[in-house]
């Protein structure tokens, strides 16, 4: 009944929804009605804060949508690697039966997920096309479909991790002035009081276990309702290019060998050891506390180009593996924009202060996280990128916690697990993995959205618990 339901709203948002851009745009647009409607601001001067420095021109806004490109681009490059794909095809000939294969799909998509959504994307993608043709193979009659589905579950778990946008983009004073400005109603957050804490360790531990679960559940009985990898995909993608034939030694010896990337990765690798394993301060003998506690969009992107170089091996392997993953930034560069605009005519009009307190006044301490959950789950499948929600909705949540006594770690969580139950529903970041599986978002959405109503009911529960 549950699969049922999430199908009739996914073709309901098929036939009426617009493209996310379209839907920007028209956000735009309600906030320019709402700021003349509810405040004293002019058109004229409406339009300058907008199109101006601290509106779509924001430095900051700028900064973060090429922060979310990179995340995007460096888990993708390294899910592509030779070293992960080998790990990934051994992973594949593992399970033994069509409900242990699929738990494997969605256990290694939401565990890679928890470290870098982009990983988890595209791993989940390649596990999935992986995994269903290797059973084919061994005669497993196992639903390729619901094995994409698994492969998307990253996505449930991802704002919950290590590239969370939310979390990251409050651990630090200059991360938290490229959303709310000088005069943010909270100071530094560190991931010890979000994605560390108590509270994320039992929510996001939990999915990784229930979504696995649900989904081996689901694995259809009956043969005639099992379709097979074969009905979907063909060759395996990301062939590899052929080498160019009669290239000069010095390119072959810059772009085709090891020596750059190695030079590259020996100076990422002594800022990540300092930056992990911070020396003793001699001045009074205490070890600082490792970057891991305090990580920011730069340091995981850092981190995952180190990674990627180096599992790549050569320059030419790894800007090949980033053209293919740059064509999925489009919607980011193209959005990031206009969610600035919004943000800086909704904070410099007194907006974004105004619905804060409406939000604070009818809220308790108790009842106020559980409705910016909520909100952020419906607002996500018209901002469909966790950053650009954050921009959004951030400025409004955290003002709100502030006017009703709320721990802001607690409201930045609330933020992170809204957006990321309904991507089970919105198909926006499922379209690399629907190139790499064959799927279409009509052959998967009936079972993400039965992983998404047990996964809001656990999320909800921990917000009420801790």
Known sequence: MISTLGLRISAGFRRTAPDPFVLAVLLTLVTFVLVLARTPTSFSASVSMWAGTEG??????????????????????????????RVLDG??????????????????????????????LIAGALMARRVGAAMERRGVAVHYPLL?????????VWHGGFSGSAPLKVTQPGEIRDIFGPDAPFGPIALTGTILSPMNLAVTGGLLVLAPALLAVMSPRRAEDIEPASRFISAEPDAAHAPEKDKPLLPR????????????????????????????????????????????????????????????????????AVERAASGCAGIILQ???????????????????????????????????????????????????????AVQGPIAMHAA???????????????????????LQPFWALPLLAITGVKARDIVGYTAIVMVAAGAWMAAGLLLF
């Not at 800022?271 to 992990?276: F, I």
């Not at 305090?294 to 030419?316: A, I």
């Not at 619905?355 to 901002?383: E, G, K, Q, W």
């Not at 006594?405 to 809204?418: E, L, N």
Request: aromatic share 8%; net charge neutral; with cysteine.
């Open 56 to 85: 779509v021109w924001s430095a900051g806004m700028l900064r973060f949508a090429m922060q979310m490109c990179l995340i995007l681009i460096t888990g993708h490059a390294l899910a592509s690697s030779p070293p992960v794909s």
């Open 402 to 424: 502030a006017d009703a006594g709320v721990d802001p770690a607690k409201m930045v969580m609330a933020v992170a697990y809204g957006d990321q139950l309904t991507n089970m």
């Open 253 to 320: 010896l810059l772009e085709d060998s090891p020596v750059v990337t190695l030079l590259l990765v020996g100076l990422i690798s002594w800022w990540a050891w300092g930056y992990y394993l911070p020396p003793t301060d001699p001045a009074t003998g205490a070890r600082p506390p490792s970057g891991i506690t305090q990580l920011t969009p730069d340091t995981v992107n850092m981190t995952m180009l180190m990674l990627g170089l180096l599992l790549h091996g050569t320059p030419r392997r790894y800007v090949r």
């Open 336 to 390: 990031f924009p206009l969610y600035a605009g919004i943000m800086g005519l909704m904070a410099g009009s007194g907006l974004t202060a105004q619905m804060a307190r409406a939000i604070a006044d009818t809220s308790s301490p108790t009842t106020l996280p559980h409705f910016t959950f909520a909100s952020a789950a419906v607002v996500n499948l018209f901002v469909p990128s966790g950053g650009g929600q954050w």
């Open 148 to 156: 994409a589905a698994a492969g998307y579950v990253g996505l449930l």
């Open 91 to 120: 992973l594949a000939g593992t399970p033994r039966s069509a409900p242990q294969a699929v738990a494997l799909v969605a256990l290694v998509a939401a565990s890679l997920g928890v470290l870098n959504w982009g990983l988890g």
